[in-house]
């Protein structure tokens, strides 16, 4: 079982940047993979990144690519998720998720873009 704790969301104006951070309950390289969802207000949630055990990133495409970079801390057992250049569209509730068999999600830390 893994548990998930994701913290760094906020409010920022555009332009701005945050780091998101999800902090594992155990090694994040026991973890098949792990990725950054999003859900913004009446949307399906989206991946944003994700990020393997052996350190291969995939973002949802090449605009996301250009503006934010999942990485991890492997003796901390966190994934990050930086975010630069943010827009309103950003907006959305941000999940932490860890695939290791089964699927795993955190509660959430609300990103607000807005000036």
């Known amino acids: 079982q893994v548990q998930l704790v994701e913290s760094g969301g906020g409010l920022v104006q555009p332009g701005g940047s945050l780091r998101l951070s999800c902090a594992a309950s155990?090694?994040?390289?026991?973890?098949?993979?792990m990725g950054w969802y999003r859900q913004a207000p009446g949307k399906q949630r989206e991946l944003v990144a994700s990020i393997t055990s052996g350190g291969s990133t995939n973002y949802a495409d090449s605009v996301t690519r250009s503006r934010f970079t999942i990485s991890r801390d492997g003796a901390k057992n966190t994934v990050y998720l930086q975010m630069n250049s943010l827009k309103p569209d950003d907006t959305a509730v941000y999940y932490c998720n860890a695939q290791s068999g089964i699927t795993y999600w955190g509660r959430g830390t609300l990103v607000t873009v807005s000036s």
């Open positions: 155990r090694s994040i390289f026991s973890i098949y993979k």
